[in-house]
């Protein structure tokens, strides 16, 4: 199994507001998009009393309202605050970092290029917080055919960002599109992918040579689950993408087969434990952890809602949020 896998630090901070929203305030709390992506902490939350919502249309006057992991447009922001909800912003402090590059090169005047996947929450959160009253634009590329076709108004006044839960790889052949059309283009200060995605990429790669199957449990619809898939793939491994064990196919294995198992950011260590019981029930069940320096970035909650947590459980240090890959 790799390490690390599972929750990073930005999944786990999005649900622990979530968590804390409804022990503080009480249910419904209004949860704007998936709080993360995966079915299972979805419903969980659910359960508890959490409302997930696409628009703000959907939430009541004074609603205590949460905007997902993913990151939301600046204009939804505005409208949240013109409507006195009360939002307590769950987006992951390395996707604002992304955002307020948008912003700040939006204000110079510098068009901006994204590469990340149309569509995806995170993307179009990014798209707007491009501000073009300023004159400059935004543009998304997908992959170097977008790069390719794409026409700016002025290269000397370029830059990009980079949607967070991309591959590395397929990242790095776009930007060295990017710099062979557009020399003149300014670079990131650093770069956008987060922390998490690249740990766990690097760890699949590392598995990928030692195992013949490669099973990452994650959401159809989590980006850098689909990643770790890809990069298994890359590493010329057979890897499947799966929800849970009820995805698991028996067709998939054979006696003495060597399986690598890894999991999504947004993946819940539960998820992966009923796998590799599902596994063991197959005859596969010698589990080898692989070795990995761990994670230890922190993430802290809002201020305003770590108080009132601090004042309702008698803590008062700061609430912080551990990254490691539990």
Same mark, same amino acid.
């Given at each position: 199994?790799?390490?690390?896998?599972?929750?990073?630090?930005?999944?786990?901070?999005?649900?622990?507001?979530?968590?804390?929203?409804?022990?503080?305030?009480?249910?419904?709390?209004?949860?704007? %998009?998936?709080?993360? %992506?995966?079915?299972?902490?979805?419903?969980?939350?659910?359960?508890?009393?959490?409302?997930?919502? /696409?628009?703000?249309?959907?939430? #009541?006057?004074?609603?205590?309202?949460?905007?997902?992991?993913?990151?939301?447009? /600046?204009?939804?922001?505005?409208? =949240?605050?013109?409507?006195?909800?009360?939002?307590?912003?769950?987006?992951?402090?390395?996707?604002?970092?992304? *955002? @307020?590059?948008?912003?700040?090169?939006?204000?110079?005047?510098?068009?901006?290029? @994204?590469?990340? %996947?149309?569509? %995806? #929450?995170? !993307?179009? +959160?990014?798209?707007? *917080?491009?501000?073009?009253?300023?004159?400059?634009?935004?543009?998304?590329?997908?992959?170097?055919?977008?790069?390719?076709? @794409?026409?700016?108004?002025?290269?000397?006044?370029?830059?990009?960002?980079?949607?967070?839960?991309?591959?590395?790889?397929?990242?790095?052949?776009?930007?060295?599109?990017?710099?062979?059309?557009? #020399?003149?283009?300014? /670079?990131?200060?650093?770069?956008?992918?987060?922390?998490?995605?690249?740990?766990?990429?690097?760890?699949?790669?590392? &598995?990928?040579?030692?195992?013949?199957?490669?099973?990452?449990?994650? =959401?159809?619809?989590?980006?850098?689950?689909?990643?770790?898939?890809?990069?298994?793939?890359?590493?010329?491994?057979?890897?499947?993408?799966?929800?849970?064990?009820?995805?698991?196919?028996?067709?998939?294995?054979?006696?003495? &087969?060597? !399986?690598?198992?890894? =999991?999504?950011?947004? $993946?819940?260590?539960?998820?992966?434990?009923?796998?590799?019981?599902?596994?063991?029930?197959?005859?596969? +069940?010698?589990?080898? /952890?692989?070795?990995?320096?761990?994670? $230890?970035? $922190?993430?802290? &909650?809002?201020?305003?809602?770590?108080?009132?947590?601090?004042?309702?459980?008698?803590?008062?240090?700061?609430?912080?949020?551990?990254?490691?890959?539990?």
């Amino acid at each position: 199994m790799t390490q690390p896998r599972g929750f990073c630090a930005g999944v786990v901070r999005a649900i622990e507001i979530v968590e804390s929203a409804l022990e503080i305030y009480g249910a419904p709390v209004y949860v704007v %998009h998936e709080i993360v %992506h995966n079915q299972r902490v979805v419903e969980d939350l659910r359960g508890r009393g959490a409302v997930f919502v /696409e628009t703000l249309d959907e939430v #009541p006057a004074d609603a205590v309202t949460v905007f997902s992991a993913h990151g939301v447009a /600046e204009k939804m922001i505005v409208d =949240a605050e013109a409507r006195g909800l009360n939002v307590l912003n769950a987006t992951c402090p390395l996707v604002t970092k992304v *955002h @307020l590059e948008v912003v700040r090169n939006a204000k110079a005047g510098n068009e901006v290029i @994204l590469i990340g %996947h149309a569509g %995806h #929450p995170e !993307v179009n +959160g990014t798209l707007g *917080h491009y501000d073009r009253s300023y004159g400059g634009e935004i543009y998304l590329v997908q992959d170097e055919r977008d790069v390719e076709k @794409l026409r700016v108004k002025d290269s000397s006044r370029l830059t990009y960002v980079t949607q967070t839960t991309l591959s590395v790889d397929d990242t790095k052949n776009i930007q060295v599109a990017i710099k062979k059309k557009f #020399p003149r283009v300014i /670079e990131p200060r650093k770069d956008d992918i987060c922390y998490a995605t690249q740990n766990r990429q690097l760890a699949v790669r590392k &598995l990928a040579g030692e195992v013949d199957l490669l099973i990452v449990v994650g =959401a159809r619809n989590s980006s850098n689950s689909n990643r770790l898939r890809e990069v298994g793939e890359q590493m010329g491994v057979n890897s499947f993408l799966v929800e849970d064990a009820s995805d698991l196919d028996l067709s998939w294995f054979s006696p003495d &087969l060597r !399986v690598g198992i890894s =999991a999504g950011a947004s $993946t819940p260590e539960v998820l992966v434990q009923e796998v590799l019981k599902r596994l063991d029930e197959l005859g596969i +069940g010698k589990i080898v /952890e692989m070795d990995a320096e761990p994670e $230890t970035v $922190t993430f802290r &909650l809002p201020v305003g809602l770590a108080m009132k947590v601090a004042r309702k459980t008698g803590n008062s240090g700061d609430t912080t949020i551990n990254g490691g890959g539990k």
